[in-house]
C-alpha cells in the first residue's frame, strides 16, 4: 500500500519558519517525483514544489521561489519542505503528492496526480 504521509505544519508569525516532512511507503523511491501542493481556503490546490529522484531536477513557485527549499533523505525515504521568511499568504494546507517517472511537469496541476498525503495545516499569522 502506498502512503504519504505529512507531518511539521503548525502556527508561526510572519517571518517565521516551518519544516514540513513527507514519509513515503510503498513505492520505489528513486522511480519517482516527490511534490508538494498547497490549498488556501476558497483557492484552488497549487503547486509549490517538486524533486525529481530520477533526475535530480527540483521546481518552485515563483511565489515561494528564494524563501522554501525542497530536500530528501534517501534513507529514510523523506522528502522535506524547509519554509523560510513565512507570509501570511503561505496559510493553507499542505500535501505532498508522488507522481512515477521523472521531472515536474505536473506542478501544473494537482489533476495529473493520485498519490496524495493526508495534509498538514500551516497557519502563519501575528
Known amino acids: 500500500e502506498v502512503q504519504l504521509v505529512e507531518s511539521g505544519g503548525g502556527l508561526v508569525q510572519p517571518g517565521g519558519s516551518l519544516r514540513l516532512s513527507c514519509a513515503v511507503s510503498?513505492?520505489?523511491?528513486?522511480?519517482?517525483?516527490i511534490g508538494w501542493f498547497r490549498q488556501a481556503p476558497g483557492k484552488e490546490r497549487e503547486g509549490v514544489s517538486c524533486?525529481?529522484?530520477?533526475?535530480?531536477?527540483?521546481r518552485y513557485a515563483d511565489s515561494v521561489k528564494g524563501r522554501f527549499t525542497i530536500s530528501n533523505d534517501n534513507a529514510k525515504n523523506t522528502v522535506y519542505l524547509q519554509m523560510n521568511n513565512l507570509k501570511v499568504e503561505d496559510t493553507a494546507v499542505y500535501y505532498c503528492a508522488a507522481a512515477a517517472g521523472s521531472g515536474c511537469w505536473w506542478m501544473a496541476s494537482y489533476r495529473y496526480l493520485e498519490i496524495w498525503g493526508q495534509g498538514t495545516l500551516v497557519t502563519v499569522s501575528s
Open positions: 510503498g513505492l520505489t523511491f528513486d522511480d519517482y517525483a
Open positions: 524533486m525529481s529522484h530520477t533526475d535530480g531536477s527540483t
